[in-house]
């Protein structure tokens, strides 16, 4: 064991005898490591991005959007199939679809909103309470929409917080004043938290108000939905919850499930493929550090094949001294990995570093695999790119070496 | 003052003693033939050379370049391998033996002296001398006093921790005989070692193989130089591959006593 560390030692004071090529080629390692914990990073900061996106459309949702007409491009006789009142009750009824939450209507509609001279274009969807909790959207100040408001139909709205913003001058509260939503005046009574922008849509430019008022006030008597927006229970048994919805649907339309004219949107599967598709770019950003590495190698590889050549007499002197094969093959090998091992290390603290800024609009996030990889990596790095030079240090004959100049 | 005091005739010296009979010979060289090809030419180094080294022995291996005494001293030194002949060091057969018992030899039987003195930059005195026997696999304390008693020996107590760069010639070439006799060889092998050496120097040097010699040790010196040879109890001559002259001698008393070598390391003026 003394003996393992008097070759460390002695390694590090071999790799100290030249300090600028030693840091050269450490940086190689270093930049390797470094860029495979950045890009890994990245791409599991995508994939989170993606995956944040997704959940912010709710919380174990399926959509189910309705046709709005007949199913007529199946070529069988099905008239009226829509979403309507008794969709959405035989839905919520327990028995019929044990795997479901809730249910909401939903009715979207694009209106301008007007506070005197300000006015502010935004989504006005119609639903129920039940919508901002599967959504994901939760009321910071004031109160959400009631089942008493859909109820009595009552012109009340919680409004997103762009809308407030673009509405309301900054320090002004807008809970309980009137806006116009189109020609109709509607009270504010709930300001909803910031969601944030995913992607290309602003989930905080909207107004959630009671479905009825929105039939009543915006797009006119109407039997049926554009969409349901559906809870499951849990993620796990979305795909329970989604064939109940399917069965349900097919059964009060008199048809078969395969032919029902609705197009399911299943929020496990979207994250599924999301996910999968992230996974092969942070995969494919892998591969590319991982390249990088490798080059870092061959610079280990060819250092240590040029410090060989420089020592051939002190390897000389060694051999001609008792040293045996294996002892000059190990103090050679303890040194490239000490180089690359060392590359390492600042190589992981540098890409620990860089990864706390945002790259591209990415905020990368360290995935906890990628320091210990790379760190094995730089370690199995030194150990085969140090093996055959240090292989052909140990080979090298005394006699040779000792009248090598 | 050791060295006037009758020292001379301490050492075993009588050319008529059929020396090979009184104890088994440290080296035994018989029909030493060692060939190379060289351009498609066989070249023979040495042919047919015999050679007998009892315990004791200062020998010195003279000729000049081309003779064949490197090609002899690394034969010897176990570093080559002869293309035929028998050689056995220390009672041990030399041929048949592979790369690692070949260095285990050279680690324990042998201890090397180069010309170029082949210290190891970057290491301190102690551990240049501590090497070897570490390969051996003596312990760090142990090898670590063994190695502080050599230094004091050839005079470089006060030196342990200098590097190499840090050291005369001469004081290098005494921390290469610290680290020869550091593991207790049966044979020291010096090649040319008063080669890079000024005058001053090489007569401590060779003061200090005298020493060597009184106590007891073996040593095979490779030299063309005739008055370093003088301080040998045998002559060997080579010339071109063969031994052409073999003879016991008187050695001559050095002009420094090994005191002096102790004392004068800082007055040391060789340059390398």
């Given at each position: 064991?003394s003996?393992?560390f008097?070759?460390l030692?002695?390694?590090?004071?071999?790799?100290g005898?030249?300090?600028?090529?030693?840091?050269?080629?450490?940086?190689?390692?270093?930049?390797?490591?470094?860029?495979v914990?950045?890009?890994?990073?990245?791409?599991?900061?995508?994939s989170?991005?993606i995956?944040?996106?997704?959940?912010?459309?709710?919380?174990?949702?399926?959509?189910v959007?309705?046709?709005?007409?007949?199913?007529?491009s199946?070529g069988?006789?099905?008239?009226n199939?829509?979403?309507n009142?008794?969709s959405?009750?035989?839905?919520?009824?327990?028995?019929?679809?044990?795997?479901?939450?809730?249910?909401?209507?939903?009715?979207?509609t694009s209106?301008?909103?007007?506070?005197?001279?300000?006015?502010?274009?935004?989504?006005?969807?119609?639903?129920?309470?039940?919508?901002?909790?599967?959504?994901n959207?939760?009321?910071?100040?004031?109160?959400?929409?009631?089942t008493?408001?859909?109820?009595?139909?009552?012109?009340v709205?919680?409004?997103?917080?762009?809308?407030?913003?673009?509405?309301?001058?900054?320090?002004?509260?807008?809970?309980?004043?009137?806006?116009?939503?189109?020609?109709?005046r509607?009270?504010?009574?709930g300001?909803?938290?910031?969601?944030?922008?995913?992607g290309?849509?602003?989930?905080?430019?909207?107004?959630?108000?009671?479905?009825?008022?929105?039939?009543?006030?915006?797009?006119?008597?109407?039997q049926?939905f554009?969409?349901?927006?559906?809870?499951?229970?849990?993620?796990?048994?979305?795909?329970?919850?989604?064939?109940?919805?399917?069965?349900?649907?097919a059964?009060?339309?008199?048809t078969?499930?395969?032919?029902?004219p609705?197009n399911?949107?299943?929020?496990?599967?979207?994250?599924?493929?999301?996910?999968?598709?992230?996974?092969?770019?942070?995969a494919?950003?892998g591969?590319?550090?991982?390249?990088?590495?490798?080059?870092?190698?061959?610079?280990?590889?060819?250092?240590?094949?040029?410090t060989?050549?420089?020592?051939?007499?002190?390897?000389?002197?060694?051999?001609?001294?008792?040293?045996?094969?294996?002892v000059?093959?190990?103090q050679?090998?303890?040194?490239?990995?000490?180089?690359?091992f060392?590359?390492?290390?600042l190589?992981?603290?540098a890409?620990i570093?860089?990864?706390?800024?945002?790259?591209?609009?990415?905020?990368p996030?360290?995935?906890?695999?990628?320091?210990?990889l790379?760190?094995?990596?730089a370690?199995?790095?030194?150990?085969?790119?140090?093996?055959?030079?240090?292989?052909?240090?140990?080979?090298?004959?005394p006699?040779d070496?000792?009248?090598?100049? | 003052?050791?060295l006037?005091r009758?020292g001379?005739?301490?050492?075993?010296f009588?050319?008529?003693?059929?020396?090979?009979?009184?104890?088994?010979?440290?080296?035994?060289?018989s029909?030493i033939?060692?060939?190379?090809?060289?351009?498609?030419?066989?070249?023979?180094?040495?042919?047919?050379?015999?050679?007998?080294?009892?315990?004791?022995?200062?020998?010195?291996?003279?000729?000049?370049?081309?003779?064949?005494?490197?090609t002899l001293?690394?034969?010897?030194?176990?570093?080559?391998?002869?293309?035929s002949g028998?050689?056995?060091?220390?009672?041990v057969?030399?041929?048949n033996?592979?790369?690692?018992?070949?260095?285990?030899?050279?680690?324990?039987?042998?201890?090397?002296?180069f010309?170029?003195?082949?210290?190891?930059?970057?290491m301190?005195?102690?551990?240049?001398?501590?090497?070897?026997?570490a390969?051996?696999?003596?312990?760090?304390?142990?090898r670590?006093?063994?190695?502080?008693?050599?230094?004091?020996?050839?005079?470089?107590?006060?030196?342990?921790?200098?590097f190499?760069?840090?050291?005369?010639?001469?004081?290098?070439?005494r921390?290469?005989?610290?680290r020869a006799?550091?593991?207790?060889?049966?044979?020291?092998?010096?090649?040319?070692?008063?080669?890079?050496?000024?005058s001053?120097s090489?007569?401590?040097?060779?003061?200090?193989?005298?020493?060597?010699?009184?106590?007891?040790?073996t040593?095979?010196?490779i030299?063309?130089?005739?008055?370093?040879?003088e301080y040998?109890?045998?002559?060997?001559?080579l010339?071109?591959?063969?031994?052409?002259?073999?003879?016991?001698?008187?050695p001559?008393?050095?002009?420094v006593?090994?005191?002096?070598?102790?004392s004068?390391q800082?007055?040391?003026?060789?340059?390398?």
């Amino acid at each position: 064991m003394s003996n393992m560390f008097s070759n460390l030692i002695m390694a590090v004071r071999g790799i100290g005898s030249n300090w600028l090529r030693t840091l050269l080629t450490m940086l190689g390692v270093l930049i390797g490591v470094a860029s495979v914990i950045v890009l890994l990073a990245i791409g599991t900061g995508t994939s989170r991005s993606i995956e944040n996106s997704i959940q912010a459309l709710g919380s174990n949702t399926l959509t189910v959007f309705g046709s709005g007409g007949s199913g007529a491009s199946t070529g069988t006789q099905i008239r009226n199939t829509n979403l309507n009142s008794a969709s959405v009750s035989l839905i919520s009824n327990a028995n019929n679809a044990p795997d479901v939450q809730s249910v909401s209507p939903v009715i979207t509609t694009s209106v301008t909103a007007t506070n005197g001279s300000s006015t502010y274009t935004t989504s006005v969807i119609g639903s129920t309470p039940s919508y901002l909790v599967a959504s994901n959207y939760t009321v910071s100040a004031g109160r959400s929409i009631s089942t008493a408001d859909v109820t009595s139909h009552s012109q009340v709205i919680d409004i997103g917080a762009s809308v407030a913003s673009g509405l309301f001058p900054v320090g002004s509260n807008p809970l309980g004043q009137q806006i116009e939503l189109g020609s109709a005046r509607f009270t504010i009574v709930g300001l909803l938290a910031s969601k944030g922008s995913t992607g290309l849509t602003n989930a905080d430019a909207v107004v959630i108000a009671p479905y009825t008022a929105v039939q009543d006030q915006l797009t006119g008597e109407s039997q049926s939905f554009s969409e349901l927006l559906i809870q499951g229970k849990s993620a796990a048994t979305l795909s329970l919850a989604q064939s109940e919805v399917q069965s349900i649907l097919a059964a009060q339309n008199d048809t078969t499930v395969a032919a029902l004219p609705f197009n399911v949107l299943n929020q496990a599967s979207l994250i599924t493929t999301a996910t999968s598709s992230s996974k092969t770019f942070t995969a494919l950003l892998g591969w590319v550090a991982a390249v990088s590495l490798l080059v870092g190698a061959i610079g280990v590889m060819n250092i240590m094949l040029v410090t060989v050549t420089e020592r051939t007499r002190e390897i000389g002197i060694r051999k001609a001294i008792g040293a045996r094969k294996s002892v000059v093959l190990t103090q050679f090998l303890i040194e490239s990995t000490v180089i690359s091992f060392m590359g390492g290390v600042l190589g992981a603290v540098a890409g620990i570093v860089v990864s706390r800024f945002t790259i591209a609009g990415v905020k990368p996030v360290l995935a906890s695999y990628s320091i210990p990889l790379a760190l094995g990596v730089a370690l199995s790095v030194g150990i085969v790119a140090g093996f055959y030079p240090a292989y052909r240090a140990a080979s090298l004959r005394p006699i040779d070496a000792l009248r090598y100049e | 003052m050791i060295l006037t005091r009758g020292g001379a005739s301490r050492v075993a010296f009588d050319p008529g003693a059929p020396a090979s009979l009184v104890e088994a010979p440290i080296i035994a060289l018989s029909n030493i033939v060692k060939s190379y090809m060289m351009g498609g030419v066989e070249v023979l180094a040495t042919r047919s050379v015999s050679l007998t080294v009892v315990r004791g022995e200062f020998v010195a291996v003279m000729g000049a370049s081309g003779s064949g005494k490197s090609t002899l001293m690394n034969i010897i030194g176990c570093l080559d391998i002869p293309t035929s002949g028998h050689y056995s060091l220390d009672g041990v057969n030399i041929r048949n033996l592979d790369d690692q018992a070949l260095s285990r030899i050279r680690n324990t039987k042998i201890g090397f002296v180069f010309q170029g003195f082949n210290l190891i930059p970057r290491m301190s005195a102690l551990q240049n001398v501590e090497l070897p026997m570490a390969y051996a696999g003596v312990k760090p304390k142990e090898r670590r006093e063994r190695a502080i008693v050599a230094l004091r020996l050839v005079g470089l107590g006060s030196r342990l921790e200098h590097f190499s760069n840090e050291l005369s010639g001469g004081q290098q070439q005494r921390v290469s005989i610290a680290r020869a006799i550091s593991t207790n060889p049966a044979l020291i092998l010096a090649d040319e070692p008063t080669g890079n050496l000024d005058s001053r120097s090489s007569n401590e040097l060779m003061a200090l193989f005298t020493d060597l010699h009184r106590h007891g040790r073996t040593i095979v010196m490779i030299t063309h130089e005739n008055d370093i040879a003088e301080y040998a109890s045998r002559v060997v001559e080579l010339r071109d591959g063969s031994v052409i002259r073999d003879q016991r001698q008187r050695p001559r008393l050095p002009s420094v006593s090994s005191n002096t070598v102790t004392s004068s390391q800082d007055g040391d003026g060789s340059e390398v």
